[in-house]
């Protein structure tokens, strides 16, 4: 039974590109979370998805930031436009309802 | 104040010590509590659920009290190997739900 799979591992952008990373949930899992991680500081929450619903966006910022869970295939956190302040690792966790979350290795974002 | 919270730490402790950690949490509606463990550039990983009667996974204690709303992680005998964040998360009840991650413990151990 596969866990949480995240890819790209690592991704490297120049400023102004796009990056897109994907979150496949674990089997059985409609519920994914967001997360993102600077160095030596805490898991900042920033969206948490069902199938094609966003329950709760209120840690994404307000713009170049959007995701989205649909009927099909994976997870996706967009960012538009990078900046070097994007730079960070970014979890995807998934859970069933009222449960624990299963976090997956994280995508690992580097801005030139 | 904040949803849940912790001290950041760090605690450094020697090898063989007993270190308990406290979490408190603000919402009272607050249903389901765990503790994760985080080492250094990993994801974080369940460590242990806590029941309202206290639970034990060898080394480690997990409690709870509704009343003065915190929550404990206690762990015996340290061994390097703990050295890690350790992550308290709360998940309240009704609506979706909401779970919350504390901005986690770092404990050290030291040989």
């Known amino acids: 039974n596969a866990g949480v799979m995240q890819n790209p591992r690592h991704l490297v952008r120049r400023r102004g590109q796009e990056a897109r990373l994907r979150c496949s949930p674990m089997?059985?899992?409609?519920?994914v979370y967001w997360y993102r991680q600077l160095p030596e500081e805490g898991l900042k929450f920033m969206v948490y998805?069902?199938?094609?619903?966003?329950?709760?966006e209120s840690g994404m910022p307000k713009e170049r930031f959007s995701a989205e869970f649909p009927k099909e295939g994976p997870s996706i956190l967009r960012i538009q436009q990078v900046v070097r302040g994007d730079s960070a690792a970014y979890f995807c966790?998934?859970?069933?309802?009222?449960?624990?979350?299963?976090f997956g290795e994280g995508s690992r974002l580097t801005v030139l | 104040r904040k949803e849940v919270e912790q001290d950041p730490g760090p605690f450094n402790v020697p090898e063989g010590a007993t270190v308990a950690f406290n979490c408190t949490y603000s919402n009272s509606a607050s249903q389901s509590f765990f503790w994760y463990r985080q080492d250094c550039r990993k994801e974080p990983k369940l460590l242990m659920s806590v029941y309202s009667s206290g639970n034990e996974d060898g080394r480690f204690t997990a409690q709870l009290n509704r009343a003065s709303q915190y929550i404990s992680l206690l762990i015996r005998d340290s061994k390097l190997s703990d050295s890690a964040t350790y992550l308290c998360v709360v998940r309240v009840s009704g609506g979706y739900q909401k779970v919350t991650f504390g901005i986690g413990t770092k404990l050290q151990v030291i040989p």
């Open positions: 089997k059985g899992h409609s519920h």
């Open positions: 966790a998934s859970s069933p309802p009222a449960g624990e979350l299963f």
């Open positions: 998805l069902q199938k094609e619903n966003i329950i709760d």
